[in-house]
């Protein structure tokens, strides 16, 4: 597995100019991408982590999905769809 930068992914994907409409179409499309890379990554393949030192394929899977459920308690919250410190 090959670390990469969140950051300089968004911007090679270019997120700011994306449009509403075209969302969720990017939406699945990075699921559909994330699914894929985690069917076929053993478990207990590793890479480094700057502030973590070695992170497994599983510990990955782990944090992207507790990093989903924010991101979607954030977007929820942006669009007024529930209160801050409430449930997404």
Known sequence: MVPW????????RGYPRLSVPL??????????????????TPSDAAAPHPELWRMTAAIMADRNAHEAVHYAADISTAWGTVRPGGPA
């Open 5 to 12: 930068d969140a950051d300089q992914m968004a911007a090679a």
């Open 23 to 40: 969302a969720p179409h990017a939406l699945a499309l990075a699921r559909d991408t994330w699914l894929d890379a985690f069917g076929t």
